[in-house]
């Protein structure tokens, strides 16, 4: 027997043989009892399958491929479809993404910007209290100076009155010592006369003098600072408000 199909002659040779070693049955009769039987139309299967150019046992083998083959096209499908949605949804997720650090960046730039108005704000308020400290301890300078100054000019201008009252004293002792001295030389009549004027002029004189000595200790007192407890007061006020200020110019620069 032969078979033009290549490939095909040892599987067909085999089947021979065996059908050789049945018992007392020959071919033409089992392929009729088969035809009989209604299985192949009186041909073996594995007939049918060489005749179609199929070995006997390819047809399982080539099963097992066609699914193997169908799910690795099925698996592959499947990974080119979650591929083409992942490379859908990068740009939509990269564009949230971006929405988001854009958001972000606003309401951060906006809570920059209430945070630098508030340190103005705070900084005008300094700066407003600094200017308010400095004007107060500049005007209080100011005004001690010029207390001290009219303290100064008016010891000034009581010395130069104390000074000319020295001078009236001076020249009303002289006048007094001059006529002391003419007494004797008048006659009795001038000379009672004289002497009350004289008298009434050493009493006048010494009124001058204890008057010229009060003011003189008054100045006295003035210039050394210890006359007046009022003034001693005010200066002292004056002084505490000027170091007060002072205190908080300094915490407020610092």
Same mark, same amino acid.
């Given at each position: 027997m032969?078979? &033009?199909?290549? $490939? +095909?002659?040892?599987?067909?040779? +085999?089947? +021979? &043989?065996?059908?050789?070693r049945s018992s007392q049955v020959c071919p033409s009769t089992i392929w009729t009892q088969a035809g009989a039987n209604g299985r192949g139309g009186g041909r073996p299967p594995w007939i049918d399958?060489?005749? $179609?150019?199929?070995?006997?046992? @390819?047809?399982? =083998? /080539? @099963?097992?491929?066609?699914? #193997?083959?169908?799910e690795s096209e099925r698996s592959h499908v499947r990974h080119l479809e979650v591929g083409?949605?992942?490379? +859908? =949804?990068?740009?939509? !997720?990269m564009q949230q993404r971006i929405t988001e650090l854009d958001q972000q960046r606003e309401e951060l730039k906006i809570e920059l910007q209430l945070e630098v108005a508030l340190l103005q704000g705070e900084l005008r308020m300094e700066n407003e209290q600094l200017r308010r400290h400095t004007q107060t301890l500049q005007s209080l300078q100011a005004e001690a100076r010029l207390r001290e100054t009219h303290r100064l000019a008016d010891i000034q201008q009581e010395r130069v009155s104390l000074e000319e009252e020295r001078l009236r004293v001076e020249e009303? *002792? *002289?006048?007094?010592e001059e006529k002391e001295r003419q007494i004797p030389t008048q006659p009795e009549s001038q000379g009672e006369q004289l002497l009350v004027q004289l008298q009434q002029e050493k009493e006048a004189l010494e009124a001058a003098v204890r008057a010229f000595e009060d003011r003189e200790f008054r100045?006295? &007192?003035?210039? #050394?600072?210890?006359?007046?407890?009022?003034?001693? /007061?005010?200066?002292?006020? !004056?002084? *505490?408000?000027?170091? *007060?200020?002072?205190?908080?110019?300094? @915490?407020?620069? @610092?």
């Open positions: 032969f078979i &033009e199909d290549h $490939g +095909l002659a040892e599987p067909v040779e +085999l089947a +021979l &043989e065996d059908s050789k399958r060489v005749i $179609g150019g199929q070995s006997p046992s @390819s047809s399982g =083998a /080539e @099963s097992d491929t066609e699914s #193997s083959s169908t083409s949605a992942r490379v +859908l =949804a990068t740009p939509s !997720m009303q *002792r *002289r006048c007094c100045l006295l &007192e003035r210039e #050394s600072g210890i006359d007046d407890v009022a003034e001693e /007061e005010s200066k002292g006020n !004056m002084e *505490r408000e000027i170091s *007060r200020q002072q205190h908080s110019l300094n @915490s407020a620069q @610092s």
